[in-house]
Structure formats: C-alpha cells, structure tokens
C-alpha cells in the first residue's frame, strides 16, 4: 500500500496477522466480561440504550488504560512501509452499534454522512476501520467515493472544536448536561453517488481510507451489535508540510491535533505546526 495515495481517494481492505490480533485480544475480553449474562452481542443490543452507554465507557476506560494494545499496529506500520517513529494516534475508539440503533431517539445525528474534517480534525487524518465482531454486508458504514474531489453544502461552519469539548466532546453519555448546544455537521443536499463502498467485515479485517471521504454510518439491521475499533492517525512530516486531500468544504474551526499522541513517546506535535491547523 502507498500512504500517500490515501490522499488521491484510494481506499485498501486487507487482513491483520496473527501477531496484530493477539494485541486486540483484551479488548474481546472486556466486551466478554462486561456483558457477562449471554451472548454480547445480543445482550448489547437487548439493554436499554443508558445502560449501554455505561457499559460503553468501562470498556473504553480500561482500552485506554492498556498501552499494549496499540501494539497491533506495529506489524501493518511495517507492512505499509510507514515509520512507527512518525505516526500520531488519538485514542483508540471502540464503537457499538446495537441491532436497530438507528431507531432510537437522538440517533440520527450520529449517523450523518459526514467528512472527519467537518469535525475539526486535520485535512491528512487517515482512518483505520477494524471490526471486533462480525459485521454484516449493509450494517456496517458506508463511504461516498464520488464526492472526495467535489464539494457538497453542509453546515460545518457552524463547528467549533472547543464548544464541542465543552459540550461533552466524542462519545459523550447522552445525560451531559449541555449534550442538547452539540453541533453535528451535515450535508445540506441529498448526497446521491452511484457507487456508493459499503464496508463490512469480521475480526482480523481492516479497511484504510483518508478521513476526507465522506462516509457515514449505515443501519445495523443483522439482528446483534456490531463492536469496531476506529483509529485516526496523522503522519508527523506530512501533517508539517500540509500534506494530504484539498479542503473543498470545511468550514469547521479548531483542531483536534491536540489530542494526537505519538505512537511511541506520547508526546503531540509541534505546537506552530498544531496551531498552523485551527482555521
């Protein structure tokens, strides 16, 4: 794979090797004990949505506890030829999507179709996409090819990083007393491409795409909760030389660099180059 073509629009898919997998084994664990009472992939889907968020955020606190983990991406960072000493990762996000979700309340604007940079992420962000548990073709997301070199209207101008931290930031719990001022981005037109990738795929699998697409999450519909891994990643040279996709219609403000760890120290970025990134 070449990294640099992520930002002409090519998309990969492809398989981790035993050696990745046996680093992301503990998050398999977690969802096991915390839906400890049957299946939990069903048990996930069966709760109240609450109840969910809870159980959501225990399991994402001991992922963020566990440095090990992000150990599996030493193994595909050689693969793809990219220096380990070069990567910034924000935290690993463990995402559940219950059987129906997109029948409960407040839900629709979690799946907007959307671009990462309408959420004031950097422009080069590339997204790793891992299936925890099985995925089924149609429930997973969708990706929009057609648009990475077309702009749509949509109202990200209206996005401000530090009001959305303020407001209870990513994957915050719906009871966050100020959940009600969060802006989601949005197309202001019917997206209609006609090929349209949907992504799916079962533990073991990747999918690799710049965050610039637009894309957006589909109806889970296979009858149980689909579990994935998200990882964003910036690549340290290319993020100070301004590398990557054309922004075409991002309006947001602010950054999330901030919060790009390196992969190996923890240290973020240069501040000039962070700040080179707020509007």
Not at 72 to 97: H, Q, T
Not at 107 to 117: E, G, L, N, T, W
């Amino acid at each position: 794979m070449d990294i640099l073509s992520l930002y002409q629009g090519k998309t990969y898919k492809g398989s981790l090797s035993n050696e990745s997998k046996s680093f992301l084994n503990p998050i398999h664990n977690y969802i096991q004990e915390e839906f400890s009472k049957g299946i939990p992939t069903n048990v996930s889907s069966d709760i109240s949505y609450p109840e969910l968020q809870t159980s959501m955020a225990n399991i994402r606190s001991r992922i963020y506890e566990n440095v090990s983990i992000k150990g599996f991406l030493f193994p595909i960072l050689e693969e793809w030829k990219v220096d380990a000493n070069d990567v910034y990762v924000d935290l690993f996000r463990l995402r559940c999507v219950p059987n129906g979700f997109h029948t409960l309340e407040g839900a629709k604007s979690v799946q907007y179709i959307h671009r990462d940079p309408w959420y004031a992420n950097p422009q080069n962000q590339i997204n790793l996409w891992l299936p925890i548990t099985n995925v089924e073709l149609g429930s997973g997301f969708s990706v929009y090819p057609s648009y990475f070199g077309k702009p749509i209207q949509n109202n990200s101008s209206l996005f401000e990083y530090e009001h959305w931290k303020e407001t209870g930031g990513f994957q915050t719990n719906t009871t966050h007393p100020r959940i009600g001022e969060k802006i989601f981005p949005k197309p202001l037109e019917e997206v209609k491409d006609p090929n349209p990738l949907s992504v799916y795929g079962d533990f073991g699998d990747y999918f690799i795409f710049a965050s610039h697409h637009l894309h957006g999450t589909n109806d889970n519909t296979q009858g149980y909760s689909r579990f994935s891994l998200e990882v964003r990643l910036v690549i340290g040279e290319h993020t100070k030389h301004h590398l990557g996709p054309k922004n075409i219609d991002n309006g947001s403000r602010g950054t999330t660099l901030y919060e790009m760890k390196h992969l190996v120290t923890g240290e973020i970025l240069p501040s000039e180059v962070i700040q080179s990134y707020v509007n």
